[in-house]
């Protein structure tokens, strides 16, 4: 039985500017492909684009060069509201920083992303995993 691809990396390629005569290239034709059901990690020293590839991967930056596609569908090809709808429903990300909303109480930060999708919110079930951490 074939495994279905969840994540595909085609010739993935990522520069920054410097200036107008530097360019950094963090990331130079990744290709792989992660299926549904594996486990993959992502290694490397301190600087090497484990991040840039992630953000590459995840629609949070647009690749100078290749394709990505995740569950069949390349993201930078899909409009905002589009876009939005996928990363709520087809990606899961955990930032070193976490990037929480600082205004808003913890229940209100994990909640949140349940309203955007329109998905049902047991506060109960919620504040009882909150206790369990």
């Given amino acids: 039985m074939e495994k279905r691809v969840a994540v595909r990396a085609s010739r ?3 520069e920054f500017r410097i200036d107008n005569e530097r360019v950094n290239a963090v990331l130079k034709e990744v290709s792989f492909e992660a299926h549904y ?4 990690s992502i290694l490397g020293i301190s600087g090497s684009g484990k991040s840039t590839l992630l953000k590459c991967l ?12 995740v569950n069949g569908i390349n ?4 409009s905002n509201s ?4 996928f990363r709520r429903g087809d990606i ?11 205004a808003l109480p913890a229940i209100e930060n994990v909640t949140l992303p349940l309203r955007l999708s329109h998905k049902k919110i047991d506060r109960k079930q919620i504040e009882n ?5």
Wanted: aromatic letters at 10%; glycine letters at 4%; hydrophobic letters at 35%.
């Fill in 129 to 133: 995993k909150l206790k369990s951490c």
């Fill in 92 to 102: 899961s990300l955990i930032f070193q920083s976490y990037n929480l909303l600082p």
């Fill in 37 to 40: 059901g594996e486990f993959v």
């Fill in 82 to 85: 589009k876009l939005a709808k």
């Fill in 58 to 69: 995840s629609s949070l930056s647009l690749p100078t060069s290749g394709e990505v596609e």
């Fill in 75 to 78: 993201p930078y090809q899909l």
């Fill in 12 to 14: 993935v390629s990522k």
